[in-house]
Structures are given as C-alpha cells and as structure tokens.
C-alpha cells in the first residue's frame, strides 16, 4: 500500500513525542501482555494521528506526570498503525468502547479507569491534565 512521505513523517512525530515523554512504545501483544502484567499501576495512551491527539492528549499526558502521585508504568501503543498490540490492549478495557486518543489506568492488569476521546476532543489541555492527575490520586502512590 503506497503510503505519502508526509503521513509517515506524522506518525514518526507523533510516536516520537509520546517517547520523549517517557512512555514506552508497546508494538505487539506479546510487549502488551508483559507491560499489563507488571505490579503496579499503568497509564496506557492509546495514541493517534488525530488532532486531538496531538495538539490535547499527548501534551497532557506529557503535563500530567509530573506530579505527587503517578503511575509506577507509562505505555502506549498506536491505534491505527500498531494494530494488533492495541487490539491486544483494549482486550483489557472490559467493557470499554475502542477510542483513540484515549487513556486507560490499570492496576495489577485490571482496569480502574478510561478517558475516551469525547472527554479530550474539544476540551482544554489542562481540562485532560486535571482528569489525568485525578485518577492518579484515585489509584497512585506518591513518588
């Protein structure tokens, strides 16, 4: 399939940005079973190409770590690009409509909490970050 140079140089950015942020980039389901399996509490971004993606949701979650309490893991994985490592991801989000850009937190693989896309398109940055740093409290211990 003829893909153009530009939508390649997007998917990079945004791959890109989400790592620098401190996420690790899970890209199979054997990388999403592992990550899920650890102790502890995991913030998945499932990240896009979207809009929304970019200019909210990877901003926030970038924003929103650095705070008293935070997950002990930081993943995500690609919807649209990475297929089978986020089908294998939202086998963990019982319940749970697919949404990209979203945001699961799990604790011990089970999960506590999702923010879909309807609660980060067309909302604030720091409108996500607040979210975010909510459930954090919720379910996180202090650094």
Do not use: W
Request: with cysteine; proline share 6%.
């Amino acid at each position: 399939m003829f893909q153009f140079p530009l939508y390649n140089d997007i998917v990079e950015q945004s791959r890109r940005e989400i790592v620098e942020a401190g996420f690790e980039e899970l890209r199979t389901p054997e990388e999403v079973d592992a990550a899920f399996k650890r102790p502890g509490t995991t913030l998945v971004m499932i990240n896009s190409v979207c809009g929304c993606a970019g200019g909210i949701a990877r901003p926030a979650a970038a924003h929103a770590i650095h705070y008293d309490k935070r997950p002990d893991h930081l993943v995500t994985v690609f919807a649209g690009q990475d297929k089978e490592a986020t089908a294998r991801a939202r086998e963990y989000f019982e319940g749970q409509p697919p949404s990209s850009p979203s945001f699961a937190l799990l604790k011990d693989g089970k999960l506590c909490t999702m923010i879909h896309r309807h609660e980060i398109e067309g909302h604030e940055p720091i409108e996500v970050v607040q979210k975010l740093q909510a459930a954090f409290d919720q379910y996180c211990d202090e650094v």
